[in-house]
């Protein structure tokens, strides 16, 4: 047997007993009389005692063992006169009697400790070594308790877990695929899917009514911090609903991920707020709703008063940002080269100071009025205190960089507090998206995402201004998930996709197998996918999935560890009847 207990279980009830412990020496100190080392497993710390006037040859023994050995240790429970309230067993020690070395180690190639000295790439190398710290430790053990509690509520409402392939045909969520090449029929490709989209719906078709999975996905994009070239959706659909029907029970699904998990119980239903809003009033279709500071658009109150920075725009907007009316030159002036910086784009950045003895300052003083500026603090809800930030320029754009701003000074403000949740749904999505340099439209979800029946006859005239039946769940700021009810009727599919400019043709080749189950029979459905990684890491308070991940990618696509993507043999290009082209690095 290699032990009685984990190293996280010990306490002073076991005084007296005597136990054994396996796992990784996490530290050792050499007191000269004694030696204590910190023995530890996935279960916690406890600590070991060798004595030198006891058994001078144990302690000898104990001495020579190096960090991350794996070692096994017998011995006697004791009370500790220095108890260590940080940690589980910090009122006990063991009085080791036997020791065994069970598997040395070399120099690990960094401090495996909570706080490490190892950069990313180099804990990325050795990410089985980084997986022995707890902080990167617990992340993973509470993936697997998200994991479990989405199963368990799923599994209640009745839905049904069933796989999908991963060797498929590509999905229409817009991204490049991952191509797997096929021995079989050389010269064809399966794609790995980017979603399971077609098949739930085709679920649907069958009748199972209820379905979800916690499925991987494979998006070939550019990477950023919080995307991963595979991920993780709690992906789901159902049939005879209504968005209402779908957002209530996904509602269900998160207030109750958050009261398991967390402990916060959200007795409210969840804010909807329409995209128009969300745009108009934040800036962004995934709000961070942990503090106001909303935006208010001044545009008819700033212009014609022959300041050529406000007259030559389509949209001035402002935010109040509270108790800052102190800001300094400096902060001010920071504040500026953040919003021109080309990510965010704006040319600059006029404020106004409401002081505590309610006088108004503006960088625009020479050609606003006290009364003017005071009517500007009156709209956007300012007091003696505070300060207003306005931008200008043309309406999207604008509204992005306010959105930036926002989030910065609340960022400055403290008022992003990982602690706190505010969760919400946006809805009434636009169906389409424009794209200037195609000259075409995109769906802004899917080509399977029903128009409201109401918005369907601007189809051909307007389909701009169609609105979806599609919606997001944003928490602080981040999208969760999405989803929307899918077309069931084939003369709408087909008219959807006339509208994105497929040919009857390419709709076919494309999605034929979709339209032709569609042709027996389909139920009303709807659905949504969580992105399981990034709900994870809000719930762990870090903005990154990537320490939510057992082996994540880097943000190349590589895995540093097994050290891929990679060539692989001329015989395996052979059988694939595959060339690499020569000038592969142009
Ligand atoms: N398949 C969609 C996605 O991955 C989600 C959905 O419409 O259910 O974004």
Request: glycine share 8%; aromatic share 10%; hydrophobic share 35%.
């Amino acid at each position: 047997m290699y032990r009685t207990h984990t190293c996280g279980e010990l306490n002073l009830t076991f005084k007296g007993s005597n136990v054994t412990l396996s796992g990784w020496i996490h530290k050792s100190r050499d007191l000269g009389g004694m030696t204590f080392i910190d023995l530890r497993d996935r279960y916690g710390i406890t600590q070991l005692v060798f004595n030198m006037e006891t058994d001078s040859k144990l302690c000898e023994k104990a001495r020579k063992l190096g960090r991350e050995f794996v070692i096994q240790a017998s011995g006697k429970v004791e009370e500790r006169s220095n108890k260590n309230p940080k940690i589980q067993t910090g009122d006990i020690e063991i009085i080791v009697s036997e020791l065994k070395v069970i598997s040395k180690s070399e120099l690990p190639p960094f401090t495996i400790d909570d706080d490490t000295d190892g950069g990313e790439e180099l804990r990325m190398k050795y990410r089985y070594l980084d997986l022995r710290r707890a902080p990167v430790k617990n992340n993973i053990l509470l993936r697997h308790r998200v994991a479990r509690e989405v199963r368990k509520y799923m599994d209640a409402q009745g839905f049904v877990e069933i796989e999908t392939p991963v060797l498929m045909k590509s999905t229409p969520e817009g991204a490049r695929d991952f191509v797997v090449p096929s021995r079989l029929q050389p010269g064809t490709f399966y794609a790995l899917p980017q979603s399971p989209q077609t098949f739930k719906q085709l679920l649907m078709v069958s009748g199972f009514d209820k379905y979800f999975q916690l499925v991987k996905c494979f998006r070939d994009e550019d990477l950023r911090a919080d995307r991963q070239p595979e991920f993780t959706q709690i992906d789901c659909e159902m049939s005879f609903v209504e968005q209402n029907d779908v957002l209530l029970t996904f509602e269900g699904l998160a207030k109750n991920i958050f009261s398991v998990i967390k402990g916060i119980e959200f007795k409210e239903p969840f804010l909807r707020l329409s995209y128009q809003d969300a745009m108009n009033s934040y800036g962004s279709d995934k709000p961070d709703l942990r503090f106001g500071m909303i935006i208010n658009e001044l545009t008819s109150l700033v212009k014609g008063k022959n300041f050529v920075v406000f007259d030559s725009s389509d949209y001035i907007g402002a935010i109040c940002a509270d108790g800052c009316s102190e800001y300094s030159r400096k902060q001010l002036d920071e504040l500026t080269e953040f919003v021109k910086r080309p990510q965010i784009g704006a040319k600059g950045l006029v404020y106004v100071k409401y002081g505590t003895d309610g006088t108004l300052k503006s960088s625009a003083d020479k050609f606003y009025s006290q009364e003017q500026l005071a009517q500007w603090a009156n709209v956007t809800g300012a007091k003696p205190g505070d300060l207003l930030l306005l931008l200008a320029g043309d309406r999207k754009n604008t509204l992005t960089a306010l959105s930036e701003l926002r989030l910065e000074m609340a960022r400055r403000l403290g008022l992003r507090d990982p602690g706190k949740f505010a969760p919400l749904w946006v809805v009434d999505f636009p169906l389409l998206d424009w794209d200037e340099e195609a000259k075409r439209y995109y769906a802004m979800h899917h080509p399977f995402t029903s128009p409201k029946l109401e918005d369907l006859q601007m189809m051909e005239t307007e389909p701009g201004k169609v609105r979806a039946n599609a919606y997001d769940l944003v928490v602080n700021g981040v999208e969760i998930g999405g989803g929307s009810i899918r077309i069931h009727d084939s003369a709408v599919q087909k008219l959807m996709f006339k509208v994105l400019g497929f040919t009857e043709e390419e709709a076919e080749f494309q999605f034929g197998f979709l339209l032709n189950a569609f042709k027996y029979g389909a139920p009303p459905h709807g659905g949504i996918a969580l992105g399981f990684d990034r709900l994870v890491a809000l719930l762990g308070g870090q903005d990154s999935i990537r320490d939510f991940i057992a082996f994540p990618k880097n943000n190349s696509g590589r895995d540093v560890m097994i050290d891929t993507p990679a060539p692989i043999s001329d015989q395996q290009l052979d059988e694939l009847m595959l060339n690499i082209r020569k000038d592969k690095n142009k």
